[in-house]
């Protein structure tokens, strides 16, 4: 690929987008054919493959798709930001999750600092800090050992790792790496807490503080309730707390952790489990090894997403077919259908990926955009998702793109077979009959029996979920979205939309703590929910 | 209200949708004043409010939706479909989740069964049977008392007795109402049994295997996968297990289960909660008087839906508030945002409520329609979500319509007080200001900072998550789901929409157990997934 200068322009001002508008559609039933399942696939690292046999595309949109991402320069875009070019704009950051797993290009510099070297330091800390625990060398204020790792945290300082958490602890279990009980406190509702503190030995439990500020007013506020109930039972809450953070916050070399570990602001929060975010936790719960090999699984996922070409690169064409459908078939949500009871969580992670990524009405420049951007996204595990709202995908007014993620093998053991088949044929079996019935639909006399299809999917199917799969899996969507953004022209990175709720959310506390207020309509919801007279 | 005839009619038919797209639109923003949050409030049985103050409404556009309530008839459908009327069409079956909750109407009889009665006494049946097991007159195959209740189910048998469970809890807790623990295995990917296998003590679980027709596929595989472990554990799986089923399934009267109990066709699986689908785990969790109690507050709030006046029927106009927004403004999903951690898994419930009985494309006679039906639902607890999705709800190009929950006090007591305000001021302030942000917005100089305000919301705010509240809300819901369903004139009872995926998941089992078949694109899809050759 020769280099060229990169240059920012709005989609509706691409000539290939306005191509792609008039290039005739497909008719998704029809492209999915014995022929189109072999060659609609996309080997990917880490054992997966990318099927888009059924989604809405053809050679000449696929050229068209081509044409799109070589004009917005999607590749370079991608290689400048690995290369630590300032790609969150509003915010004036770098964007370097992707160096906290390797190296993309050569070194990244900023203040006098390698900050590749930063986070390999950092995630050496953490793996030496895990061994300790497990060693028994730190051990809790009374003498015992950690038996479980608490993260305090809220949005990607809990989403992610959560996700993960539950994602691996089958294979933990299968693989006899689990090495503590992990669990999560996210709520600013006491119940949450309360919840999580009730099923605990207080005794032997380690709390991870996470808040890149430390001031996020959740997480501070559990710290208060986690800490008075340390206290409560004759413990020193400062041998059972450490802290992720970043080195300028107030919980950096504080005295009331046991450790600190640091973060810094070019990996956002949605991205961070990747960094001490995620490293901590699950270094903790499966060994510093476990949580290595998930850097390295989403490590081979970034180096694949350089190439070029869009037949060749699946997460390139994966953002381009969610634009199509967004932009030019003018769909607005997408659901993420994971056939894999471990992934239960990774929906919600993917709906703050995606949705604050990409929730976005100016461009890079803060100029307003005429075309539509992030979709709503959505999702619960197959089979299960079957049972519920699969109704109104099959048979809606509205056509909902599916994004199908699946895998071969299970992660524990325990199988059995039932009717002739064992339950992982029955899961496989279900996914991709679903794929084809989406897709195909059927005809029927009784109207209320009939399927239009032409419901387009997309699969990525894998051999079995352990820290590698989960990796990729972090990283093809991270990829995605930030291939959506470019093509966008927005800044995926920022989060401005989050600030108005906080302001308007502390004024209302200062009204219910008796402060007088000019803002009447504030006084007057907080009297409606009784919190006034 | 007179008695009139009733009669059915598409949406697009009546006079009154016509002229509602005529009146002019309001300006969110400007309606949510001092005056309007006082106004816009509607007392609901139970304790709740339902604030409509920031929703798209003005008095124009509300006597217009009360035309077109009154000209769907949707109250007299409501006490038709209560009083035994064939309201599901398509598989011509009475509707009766009301009737297992008290009387709106005179006797239901149906071949010759007086169904209250019916439903009354399984509801006692179980009754029962829960003090029997608390009572230890019923034990495990060793002679154990029973500490744990394990529902296995999916779709409606899972997702509301789960969510309930899950809302209970705490409450329990501080109420001394826990009588047993409770787990649910719902996928059949066998990592999801495995899972919850792997923290049980076998020996003191009570299994109840929920599946209507007896067949469920998932159900039964999960069946196998239970007695197998429990026959490897030395112990007798007959005496660990009770099933929920129709009296006319294999479940029913069968040696293999301590006790069947029973419900009928005229439930169906997503407004089964309030039937011994629900009941059991209930009953056995927190004792037979919380789930009495949670059928009352239900059947609270399905007397207040009979009330013609929009104005003051809450859940009436809460039903055609979504309708305006989603059939006159064009919005395809709305957002569920429980501000309750206990609510965490009642979005999923609502998921499969709303899109499962309005995710339909024909009337109820099975004519094609020619207007949007039920949206799309989603939604993560606050203050969670608004550190995840809410960027794309605050500054996205699609507009979403939200619907808040919130309550006034904690469910159990442990508080604390940081930074001035306690965890349950906070939680509450982040409600009512989202509220207030999403409404009115802010302007900015810097464009990536500025909101656009505009995005209406509704609030329903009640004292504290129990039982009846619980109810209450699983009410509401429904009614909404039903009156929109009456408005849009299709059959909210039925699923026809998940049988094809079913019939080709059976043949795409046959193909991986090595038969012939036809079907070339299903055993490319199996190639493709490595499940053939």
Not at 59 to 87: C, H, N, P, R, T
Request: charged letters at 20%; hydrophobic letters at 40%.
């Amino acid at each position: 690929m020769e280099r060229s200068m990169i240059t920012y322009r709005n989609l509706d001002a691409c000539s290939s987008y306005k191509r792609l508008a008039g290039i005739p559609r497909v008719d998704v039933g029809a492209a999915l054919s014995p022929e189109g399942c072999k060659r609609c696939a996309i080997a990917m690292p880490e054992g997966f493959t990318y099927s888009y046999a059924a989604a809405p595309v053809d050679e000449a949109i696929l050229d068209a798709l081509q044409a799109l991402a070589d004009e917005q320069q999607l590749v370079e875009k991608y290689v400048a930001l690995a290369s630590g070019a300032m790609m969150n704009t509003g915010e004036k950051r770098l964007v370097l999750h992707h160096l906290a797993r390797g190296k993309l290009a050569g070194a990244v510099v900023s203040g006098g600092k390698d900050l590749r070297a930063f986070y390999e330091g950092e995630r050496k800390r953490v793996a030496e800090f895990a061994a300790a625990v497990h060693s028994g060398a730190i051990v809790g204020s009374t003498g015992k050992p950690f038996a479980a790792a608490v993260q305090i945290g809220i949005g990607g300082s809990d989403l992610g790792p959560r996700a993960s958490y539950i994602a691996l602890e089958r294979w933990a279990k299968a693989e006899k790496r689990q090495r503590m009980e992990a669990r999560f406190i996210s709520n600013v509702d006491p119940d949450d807490a309360d919840s999580v503190l009730g099923g605990l030995d207080l005794e032997t439990s380690l709390f991870i503080l996470v808040s890149k500020s430390g001031t996020t007013q959740e997480t501070l506020a559990n710290e208060t309730l986690v800490r008075n109930r340390l206290e409560a039972a004759g413990l020193d809450s400062s041998k059972h707390l450490v802290a992720v953070t970043s080195t300028t916050s107030p919980l950096a070399q504080n005295p009331g952790y046991i450790a600190s570990f640091f973060i810094d602001d070019f990996i956002g929060g949605r991205y961070s489990t990747s960094s001490a975010v995620g490293g901590v936790v699950l270094s903790l719960a499966f060994g510093p090894e476990t949580f290595a090999e998930f850097l390295e699984g989403a490590h081979a996922m970034d180096a694949a997403a350089l190439e070029p070409s869009l037949r060749k690169n699946a997460v390139l064409l994966d953002a381009m077919i969610g634009l199509y459908e967004r932009n030019v078939l003018g769909m607005p949500s997408t659901a993420v259908l994971p056939y894999a009871e471990g992934l239960a969580r990774f929906p919600a992670h993917l709906q703050q990926l995606d949705m604050e990524s990409n929730g976005k009405s100016v461009n890079r420049d803060g100029q307003p955009l005429a075309y539509s951007t992030g979709p709503v996204v959505f999702g619960e595990p197959g089979t299960n998702g079957q049972h519920s709202f699969y109704q109104l995908l099959h048979q809606g007014t509205d056509i909902v793109p599916l994004q199908f993620i699946g895998f071969a093998e299970n992660q524990h053991s325990g199988d059995a077979l039932s009717m002739g088949t064992s339950s992982r044929q029955k899961l496989a079996a279900n996914l991709l009959a679903q794929i084809v019935a989406f897709a195909r639909g059927k005809d029927d006399a009784n109207p209320n029996k009939k399927f239009s299809g032409g419901r387009p999917s997309t699969l990525l199917f894998g051999t079995r979920l352990g820290p590698r799969q989960l990796g990729a899996l972090f990283s093809h969507f991270e990829n995605k979205v930030m291939f959506q953004g470019f093509a966008w022209n927005i800044n995926s990175f920022d989060q401005e939309g989050v600030q108005l709720g906080k302001v308007l959310a502390n004024k209302m506390l200062s009204i219910m703590q008796g402060e007088k207020t000019d803002d009447a309509v504030l006084a007057a919801m907080a009297r409606l929910a009784g919190f006034l007279e």
